[in-house]
């Protein structure tokens, strides 16, 4: 099959009868029915002029014969990786493809990560010459995805053996990919899914809804809001944010400046490490929730670490300063953004000191617009799409898999429903969510989408990328109001800094905790 599938026109099969297509991130073959990318189904009524290759018979009888599936497949896609790319989290769309999906991975092992919306996750390794197949929950309700980096942690013992990656340090090891080629095999769906996860499936599920998430009402709702639209968006969108964080803003910079020579620095919210090489007298250490943004950290030699910002892994005053730069807005709820504060001192020794950075409401400041209103010209990071829901046709499939109904996201109808916001523009709302276009060159337009190279069946469009970050904006006063509800701290200055109201605190002396 490897040899067979060359890349060139086809495996035996007129280029005509075929869909192949050069995504950012991999390469994909559809055989038998094309997953449209502009509706996220197939068009059952148009099959391809050839159904599934020949050369996959051999795989598809034994599966039939082990009875790992019920029916013979006719959809295959097939993905080819080079070492360093991924996919995203996603679930198959219900509605086009039946209950089981097998895959099966040839050339590299690789590890594929699984996600039930409760949070719970588990890695899986894929050695070469192995199936996986998905059925019930695990096909319908957990999101699988291959984070994109060269190297993965595997067991030590037993390295080709299919199967969760252990917890135990003393058996693990690292594994560098090479090139990987996935066939993945459904059947089409003839009738709606009747699924036992209705929450999750677009047969059973209510209406498209033209609102978007509410305002969460309790801390399990924060966090469930911050998941699917903090984290799982930067994960997605980590290399092009990265690209787009380069210059140091002078302000942080003087304030680095102004620490003494081997003071130990905490940037919580590293993002992709911009702050920890500016000076290297100092022993900096970073932290982001985003995988992909430490691994970028990684790559740039710096020290980092994966972390929630409300629960940093170091000892209780072991840091002279900490740095918070864009990373509180992202918070939901007050509670959780005086958390984020309380945490940063936590961290510092008395007398040390924290830089905050927080988006500001007020974009227009003393007759003066912001950079971010001066450049309505769209720039790279961020597209000019009109923040309507309704038009960009964003609900639960901005990121990674559906709300789950636990969230409460689309559930009640008394809550304040988030607006989406128009890039550079002046904000109307202090709770919002601001559209993230994903670099897509001149295929980009205002669609939605998971990111450029949206997995078959996944709730996505394949030429415009879009993604929703949730931020809380602040308005004047509110970040040193919110600072002196910390405890043991001193606001040594507050400054409005380009759209950005900025705090540095210091720790009072004599208060370790």
């Known amino acids: 099959m490897m040899s067979s599938d060359s890349w060139r026109p086809s495996i035996g099969v007129p280029r005509a009868t075929e869909t192949a297509k050069a995504l950012k991130h991999r390469k994909v073959k559809h055989y038998g029915y094309e997953f449209r990318y502009d509706n996220n189904n197939v068009d059952k009524e148009k099959p391809l002029s050839e159904g599934i290759p020949q050369v ?18 006719d959809q295959l896609t097939i993905n080819q990786y080079q070492p360093g790319q991924g996919i995203p989290p996603h679930v198959d769309t219900h509605s086009p493809f039946e209950d089981t999906i097998v895959s099966l991975s040839l050339g590299s092992k690789v590890v594929m990560d699984f996600k039930h919306p409760d949070g719970r996750s588990v890695a899986v390794v894929l050695p070469g010459r192995s199936l996986l197949v998905m059925t019930g929950e695990s096909r319908y309700l957990w999101t699988h995805g291959i984070t994109p980096r060269k190297f993965d942690v595997v067991p030590a013992c037993d390295s080709n053996r299919p199967g969760p990656v252990t917890s135990d340090l003393r ?19 003839r009738r709606p899914c009747d699924c036992a996860f209705p929450s999750a499936c677009d047969s059973q599920g209510p ?23 903090v984290h799982e968006v930067y994960e997605q969108i980590a290399g092009h944010f990265s690209s787009t964080r380069h210059s140091p803003w002078p302000r942080v910079l003087d304030f680095l400046r102004s620490l003494p020579t081997w003071a130990v620095l905490a940037d919580v919210g590293c993002g992709n490490g911009k702050y920890l090489g500016l000076r290297t007298d100092l022993f900096t250490v970073g932290c982001d929730r985003s995988r992909s943004l430490v691994d970028i950290c990684g790559q740039r030699h710096f020290q980092a670490l994966v972390s929630d910002a409300l629960a940093v892994p170091l000892r209780s005053g072991v840091c002279d300063a900490c740095l918070s730069i864009a990373v509180i807005h992202h918070f939901s709820t007050q509670e959780r953004r005086l958390a984020a504060i309380n945490e940063l001192v936590r961290l510092l020794r008395p007398g040390g000191r924290a830089l905050i950075y927080v988006w500001a409401m007020e974009q227009e400041y003393n007759k003066q617009k912001s950079k971010y209103l001066k450049e309505k010209k769209v720039k790279q990071e961020e597209g000019s799409a009109p923040g309507n829901l309704q038009n960009s046709e964003v609900s639960d499939q901005v990121h990674a898999g559906k709300a789950d109904e636990d969230c409460g996201f689309f559930t009640e109808k008394n809550r304040s ?39 078959a069946g996944s709730k996505a469009s394949e030429s415009s990328p879009v993604f929703h970050r949730y931020y809380h904006v602040f308005c004047e006063g509110e970040l040193e109001n919110l600072c002196q509800k910390a405890e043991n701290i001193t606001v040594r200055s507050s400054y409005y800094d380009q759209g950005n109201w900025c705090v540095i605190l210091e720790k009072k002396l004599g208060m370790i905790f």
């Open 56 to 73: 996959c018979d051999g795989v598809l009888e034994r599966c039939l014969k082990e009875n790992l599936i019920k029916v013979k497949p």
């Open 171 to 189: 058996d693990l090891t690292l594994n560098k990919r090479g090139m990987r080629t996935s066939f993945t095999f459904r059947k089409v769906r």
């Open 207 to 229: 209406p498209q809804q033209s609102s978007g998430p509410s305002a969460p009402q309790s801390d399990s709702d924060a966090s469930c809001l911050e998941r699917e639209f």
């Open 417 to 455: 429903t988030l607006s989406v916001h128009r890039n550079r523009t002046a904000f109307h709302s202090q709770d919002l969510l601001v559209p993230w276009h994903l670099k897509g060159g001149s295929q980009q337009s205002k669609g939605v989408g998971k990111s450029s190279e949206s997995p």
